[in-house]
């Protein structure tokens, strides 16, 4: 079957975010996906519904803090269920990635001595990269590993030389916000066990792409964010039950002193919460209806999964199938245009190895500018280096506006990719 035959078209619908237009009718294009995608209206629903019927801080011998226990309990099943983890228990919340990450990256330093060695990568954004230099002042040494400036793959030759057995832990992503570029993390995870060391892996980018399955990629640590992937502003960690027991949390006295609880300071996002659960049920659902449809689901695979599982993994593979095609059309017609430099895997026959986010700089032009054109004609794109500045710096193009990215989603179509095009040639 052809995947550009699936019609991802009523799921549109569903996003009322989508309807929005600007003063001449054209509706809003969101390419800004990247930077956080649009949300779809069961998750506002189960936001407003929080507040309307569950409304009351955890442990309370009343009705709303009971179900407010409850919704939390689903919201980590859920999860637990979107990364495939042995556990609810092993699924912690907080504001975001990047809280999160300066958190654990504080409770790991207290695991480590001075000479110890971390390894962090060019390709990451810096959420994932502060947080372990900041353990420097601690004389932990953080090493970088470098990425090929070509394709924008990271370098697995250099990153082996960095590893020893001083080295404790190795901090990348899943995927490049910048480029694109899906990390060979399962292959990485085993070079980093073979020492000795842990893996923390930064899934932000990859999360509305593709199915995580932290027991097959056997990382130690997995975060991501909910808003990047059609849900609220809340960000989630998985941990190994057993390094969780480990650590030794920053947290107020008397706090549970059980994971996950212990590594989550303070009064969670409730409302947030009931729209993590409400957007993992969305993703199911659409595995459930469109899940057939890809040619690219492997049934040997998915046998290995069940209920909310399975359809999660459909959903994700779907959406993957969907993506794919629409993002080869817009980097070969974008190709075309005059003065278009793109950045990362440009063989479609890799684009496995890749998300569809796109960065390219034109001769002549500004990313700012470009961004700000496109802005004004009601399509949405970034530019800059989107806080993944070792990568702009390492492109040196951080010194000039850094780069567009475009970012397609699920709910993009051919159309919006067509007046995308259109806009960059009238320019
Ligand atoms: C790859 C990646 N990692 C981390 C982050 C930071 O996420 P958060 O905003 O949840 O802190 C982002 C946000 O853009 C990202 O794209």
Redesign the pocket.
């Known amino acids: 079957m052809d995947d550009r035959k699936i019609n991802l078209s009523t799921l549109r619908t569903q996003f009322p975010a989508l309807n929005q237009q600007d003063e001449m009718g054209r509706p809003y294009v969101y390419f800004d996906g ?3 995608t649009q949300v779809p209206q069961v998750v506002i629903d189960a936001m407003v519904d929080y507040f309307k019927q569950a409304n009351a801080n955890c442990g309370g011998p009343f009705i709303t803090s009971r179900r407010n226990d409850e919704m939390i309990v689903q919201a980590r099943v859920a999860m637990a269920d979107f990364l495939n983890a042995g556990s609810e228990r092993e699924i912690i919340f907080g ?7 300066f958190g654990f990256s504080r409770a790991i330093g207290r695991m480590l001595q001075p000479g110890d060695e971390i390894i962090v990568t060019h390709l ?5 990269i502060a947080p372990w230099l900041a353990l420097e002042e601690k004389g932990i040494i953080v090493k970088w590993a470098d990425f090929k400036v070509q394709d924008c793959r990271l370098d697995l030759d250099h990153l082996s030389s960095l590893l020893s057995n001083k080295t404790k832990l190795v901090a990348l ?5 910048a480029v694109g570029t899906i990390n060979p993390i399962k292959k990485i995870a085993a070079m980093a066990h073979a020492v000795g060391a842990w893996v923390w892996v ?5 999360a509305p792409h593709g199915a995580i399955d932290v027991q097959d990629i056997d990382c130690d640590f997995l ?3 909910a ?2 992937f059609f849900g609220p ?1 809340v ?1 989630v960690v998985w941990g190994r039950q057993d390094l969780l027991e480990r650590f030794v949390a920053y947290k107020v006295r008397p706090s549970n002193p059980n994971p996950p609880h212990k590594f989550e300071t303070g009064t969670l996002n409730h409302e947030g919460l009931a729209g993590v659960a409400a957007t993992v049920d969305y993703l199911a659902e659409v595995g459930r209806k469109y899940g057939h449809q890809s040619a690219s689901i492997d049934n040997v695979i998915m046998h290995k999964y069940e209920g909310r599982r399975k359809e999660l993994k459909q959903a994700m593979e779907t959406f993957a199938a969907y993506e794919r095609p629409l993002f080869t059309y817009m980097l070969t017609e974008l190709k075309n245009l005059s003065g278009i430099n793109t950045y990362g895997i440009v063989n479609p026959e890799e684009f496995n190895a890749r998300c569809p986010t796109l960065a390219f700089t034109r001769k002549g032009y500004t990313p700012e500018a470009i961004a700000t054109e496109l802005g004004n004609r009601g399509i949405f794109v970034w530019h800059g280096n ?3 500045l070792a990568v702009t710096e390492r492109l040196g193009v951080e010194s000039s506006g850094g780069m567009v990215r475009v970012g397609l989603a699920h709910y993009n179509t051919k159309e919006e990719v067509d007046r995308f095009l259109e806009a960059l040639d009238a320019q």
Do not use: E
Request: with cysteine; net charge negative; proline share 3%.
């Open positions: 990247p930077g956080g504001a975001n990635m990047t809280t999160l990450t990451d954004h810096d959420a994932n992503g899943y995927a490049s916000n930064d899934a932000v980018h990859f975060v991501c964010s808003y990047k502003h960000g989107y806080y993944a």
